[in-house]
């Protein structure tokens, strides 16, 4: 009888303990997602000076790479057909839509509201896409920020801080990085069905001629990290208004897109910068 109570209670304390631990990556991941550096003023300026910096750039890009890799898998994998059962909806029409993007390119007003600031930061930018995933997006002018798709990677530059960094995009990571990649890079579905057996519907209105669609993640470690994402489209032409991130402590990350030009000639080299012989190259995550 002791040796069975001795063992459940060495059962309970790992169950505990596993409890413990996966709540405290959770909280880990979103205090990175949420640690924001600000683009319209360069990382060092909002973290703090150049040392803080290059302490949190890490977290910065992660928040970074919310936005980003939001915008791709809105554009980058909005190709299947839709059944016939999907074609009488306004959502379902945006869908379909986006069979005709192969280029496109966009002003950008990005808004971040955090519950510890009075005022939301804001910084304004440019953005470029090709099909099926590569885009090339600047913030700031001139630019404090770029990320850059890549064939396998992530590219984030601080022309600035003449510094570049390197994020691998295949599936060998393991950790926060593999959980952010599988909630922002896997890829928004491809009708109003697939989307609803990942995503619950929550909400949708139409004022002045904008849809905005508010999505739940059905996965609960999702749904911890990220509670809500907002799409918003013209219901004339089903072009993209805005995007918006709103995370587990109640701050937002929106962008506004305005004059955006559908299918422009876009040159390979948008989507390969060519960096100076001065800047330095890392891999934050290389171990």
């Known amino acids: 009888m002791v040796s069975l109570c001795s063992d459940l209670a060495v059962t309970r304390r790992l169950k505990s303990s596993r409890r413990r631990k ?3 990556r959770t909280r880990r991941l979103a205090r990175e997602i949420r640690l924001l550096t600000s683009a319209a003023t360069g990382p060092g300026q909002f973290l703090g000076g150049q040392a803080g910096c290059l ?14 890799f939001l915008f791709f898998a809105l554009f980058g994998v909005f190709s299947g057909r839709l059944s016939g059962s999907d ?10 839509a986006q069979t005709n993007i192969q280029t496109w390119s966009a002003e950008v007003v990005q808004t971040r509201a955090l519950k510890s600031l009075t005022q939301p930061l804001t910084a304004t930018g440019h953005v ?3 099909a099926p995933n590569r885009f090339h997006w600047e913030l700031g002018n001139p630019p404090q920020t770029i990320a850059v798709r890549q064939a396998g990677q992530m590219l984030v530059i601080y022309p600035k801080l003449k510094r570049a960094e390197k994020y691998p995009l295949t599936g060998e990571q393991t950790g926060q990085w593999r959980d952010t990649l599988a909630l922002l890079e896997a890829g928004f579905p491809r009708s109003q ?7 619950r519907v929550i909400a949708q209105t139409t004022t002045n001629n904008v849809h905005e669609v508010t999505l739940q993640p059905r996965s609960p470690s999702a749904r911890r990290l990220m509670p809500r994402i907002k799409i918003a489209f013209a219901t004339n032409d ?11 402590d109640g701050s937002t990350l929106r962008n506004d897109f305005t004059n955006a030009v559908l299918n422009p000639k876009l040159a390979d080299s948008t989507f390969a910068p060519e960096l100076a012989s001065d800047f330095k190259v890392v891999e934050p995550l290389r171990k």
Do not use: I, M, P, Y
Not at 55 to 68: D, F, I, K, M, N
Not at 238 to 248: G, Y
């Open 22 to 24: 996966e709540a405290d």
């Open 55 to 68: 302490r949190h750039a890490v977290l910065g890009a992660l928040r970074e790479r919310a936005s980003v």
């Open 87 to 96: 074609t009488n909806s306004t959502l379902a029409a945006w869908l379909k």
């Open 128 to 130: 470029w896409f090709a």
């Open 193 to 199: 069905s697939e989307l609803e057996s990942r995503f």
């Open 238 to 248: 089903c072009s993209l208004r805005a995007t918006e991130l709103q995370f587990a």
